[in-house]
């Protein structure tokens, strides 16, 4: 196994696994089922606990057979009463929740881009509008994995979830095939901006803000979302975003053509019809050597994000990012120490964005020379620091806005807990406010007053960014722009607090070793 697919692996393995929100079941007997008409369609959800649920929303018709690696189609009308209150397929995975929970609750099929909405009510559209792009690596997790209700009842929002194709259907490298296929490294990307041109064209129809959009996602999703920023053609179809953990692209496109051609047992010049036909269970098993993702493939993704942030200087969008304090943990959990010096080289090139990491990988060898472990969890905390740092400072400097978090509390209940501490994804449950809901693996008491108080709090944080475009509110300190000349940022735990200068020795120590910020 490559260090690669152990990163992969380990990174879906947390996005997943840490969801730690209740899964989108199907309704309760006792729901009650509505029907309203939509721009599409008659559409029949459920209204639960005063939230309307409208699951498994088609925006795209089913990518396979010729539309198979694909830009995606936007989905046809209906004139028949559309089933919307049961969850739609998760798309194709392996490993993660996927081979955890049992294919019973994770129906996977390559028809599977869809997406589910939670909104207080259909009256009126002016409601802000949560559009949520989830993590696992670009090749693992659903939108169904989240619930969206008490966000939506909670800030009187509506709220998405989406699913896009995962693996070798969303990120291939295989641009060189011929002009169909440019920008095949980036199809995943394509299906969100697609799901954002369905939410700006018909979120009216269930209660919400076509002009008043906010992005969010974390680790995949954050990248995601800082792909959005550097992908022209999804100006204009959200207003504001917040990346959790995301780290931008690095700008490398890389040709796989002869590796899966040969995986394939294949002439390059028939792999495009190998790849149509072949099962997806064996694009599962080639995905190493074929999956290219966050790159600047020239036709989506055209530039790097601090460039598009740049560009679009005070016409850009107002941007939070932030990362966690103990990001690293649970990929050292996870990951074999075997596998630590194969990885770290690796990992160092990322925290570079592609330059070389000979002095940064002095510096840690230097900072934890007997500790292989704090080593490798120093390298993903490095990572996330320096997307999330750079992103927001740049955002502050054109005049558009940018804040900076960092999630400090630790896990409360004894399960991994006192080993993993503020893990990576562990922010996504205050982010919901679901920390008191079941889920795989919990890692939070939700009956912990300061637990509770704390995902009430950061919850309401993004519901007043994206109602104003400013996070701040009632219920957290007054939190300034980040900038580089005094660096004050979130940190948010049990008692929330403003820092100035907390990171300015580790910026100092990175950006002398060439770190990019």
């Known amino acids: 196994?490559?260090?690669?697919?152990?990163?992969?692996?380990?990174?879906?393995?947390?996005?997943?696994?840490?969801?730690?929100?209740?899964?989108?079941?199907?309704?309760?007997?006792?729901?009650?089922?509505?029907?309203?008409?939509?721009?599409?369609?008659?559409?029949?959800?459920?209204?639960?606990?005063?939230?309307?649920?409208?699951?498994?929303?088609?925006?795209?018709?089913?990518?396979?057979?010729?539309?198979?690696?694909?830009?995606?189609?936007?989905?046809?009308?209906?004139?028949?009463?559309?089933?919307?209150?049961?969850?739609?397929?998760?798309?194709?995975?392996?490993?993660?929740?996927?081979?955890?929970?049992?294919?019973?609750?994770?129906?996977?099929?390559?028809?599977?881009?869809?997406?589910?909405?939670?909104?207080?009510?259909?009256?009126?559209?002016?409601?802000?509008?949560?559009?949520?792009?989830?993590?696992?690596?670009?090749?693992?997790?659903?939108?169904?994995?989240?619930?969206?209700?008490?966000?939506?009842?909670?800030?009187?929002?509506?709220?998405?979830?989406?699913?896009?194709?995962?693996?070798?259907?969303?990120?291939?490298?295989?641009?060189?095939?011929?002009?169909?296929?440019?920008?095949?490294?980036?199809?995943?990307?394509?299906?969100?901006?697609?799901?954002?041109?369905?939410?700006?064209?018909?979120?009216?129809?269930?209660?919400?803000?076509?002009?008043?959009?906010?992005?969010?996602?974390?680790?995949?999703?954050?990248?995601?979302?800082?792909?959005?920023?550097?992908?022209?053609?999804?100006?204009?179809?959200?207003?504001?975003?917040?990346?959790?953990?995301?780290?931008?692209?690095?700008?490398?496109?890389?040709?796989?053509?002869?590796?899966?051609?040969?995986?394939?047992?294949?002439?390059?010049?028939?792999?495009?019809?190998?790849?149509?036909?072949?099962?997806?269970?064996?694009?599962?098993?080639?995905?190493?050597?074929?999956?290219?993702?966050?790159?600047?493939?020239?036709?989506?993704?055209?530039?790097?994000t601090a460039v598009a942030i740049a560009e679009r200087g005070q016409d850009g969008v107002p941007l939070i990012a932030g990362f966690n304090l103990d990001e690293g943990t649970l990929f050292s959990t996870i990951v074999p120490t075997s596998m630590f010096g194969e990885m770290t080289p690796a990992i160092a090139g990322f925290v570079l964005a592609g330059g070389d990491p000979t002095a940064y990988l002095e510096l840690l060898d230097a900072e934890h020379p007997d500790d292989e472990t704090a080593h490798f969890e120093q390298i993903w905390y490095d990572l996330f620091l320096r997307g999330a740092v750079g992103t927001a400072q740049r955002a502050t400097e054109t005049g558009a806005g940018g804040w900076l978090y960092r999630f400090d509390m630790k896990a409360t209940v004894p399960f991994l807990g006192s080993r993993l501490g503020a893990t990576h994804a562990a922010e996504i449950a205050f982010t919901f406010n679901t920390v008191s809901e079941d889920s795989v693996l919990n890692l939070y008491d939700g009956d912990d007053p300061d637990v509770a108080r704390l995902a009430e709090q950061w919850s309401g944080t993004i519901i007043n960014f994206a109602r104003t475009g400013n996070p701040n509110g009632e219920g957290l300190p007054e939190w300034p722009r980040y900038s580089s000349q005094d660096r004050r940022i979130l940190v948010l735990n049990a008692e929330s607090r403003i820092e100035t200068n907390l990171l300015e020795a580790r910026v100092k120590k990175l950006a002398a070793v060439g770190v990019p910020f």
Not at 101 to 112: K, L, P, Y
Not at 133 to 153: F, K, P, T, W
Not at 163 to 187: F, T, V
Request: hydrophobic share 40%; charged share 20%.
């Open 1 to 304: 196994m490559t260090w690669l697919k152990h990163m992969l692996v380990a990174s879906a393995l947390v996005a997943l696994a840490l969801v730690q929100l209740a899964g989108c079941s199907a309704p309760e007997a006792s729901s009650e089922r509505v029907t309203i008409d939509t721009r599409l369609g008659p559409v029949v959800g459920v209204r639960q606990e005063g939230v309307l649920r409208f699951l498994g929303l088609r925006y795209a018709q089913a990518p396979v057979g010729d539309l198979r690696f694909m830009p995606p189609v936007a989905a046809e009308p209906w004139t028949e009463p559309f089933d919307a209150t049961q969850l739609g397929s998760w798309c194709p995975q392996t490993g993660g929740l996927s081979g955890i929970v049992g294919d019973d609750s994770r129906r996977m099929d390559e028809d599977c881009l869809v997406l589910n909405v939670w909104s207080p009510s259909t009256e009126g559209n002016n409601r802000p509008v949560l559009f949520w792009i989830h993590g696992g690596s670009h090749y693992e997790g659903s939108g169904n994995d989240y619930n969206g209700a008490r966000l939506a009842a909670q800030g009187e929002v509506v709220v998405v979830t989406i699913n896009y194709r995962l693996g070798l259907l969303g990120y291939a490298g295989i641009s060189g095939l011929g002009d169909a296929y440019r920008g095949a490294e980036s199809n995943g990307y394509r299906d969100q901006i697609l799901a954002l041109e369905w939410v700006r064209d018909n979120i009216a129809d269930y209660g919400g803000d076509r002009n008043n959009v906010t992005i969010f996602g974390e680790s995949a999703g954050g990248a995601s979302v800082l792909a959005m920023l550097a992908s022209p053609a999804a100006d204009a179809l959200y207003h504001k975003a917040i990346s959790h953990s995301g780290v931008p692209a690095t700008g490398r496109l890389e040709d796989r053509i002869p590796a899966l051609a040969e995986a394939l047992g294949v002439a390059p010049d028939g792999l495009a019809t190998a790849l149509r036909d072949v099962p997806v269970e064996r694009l599962h098993e080639i995905r190493d050597v074929g999956m290219t993702s966050g790159t600047i493939d020239g036709v989506v993704v055209t530039r790097s």
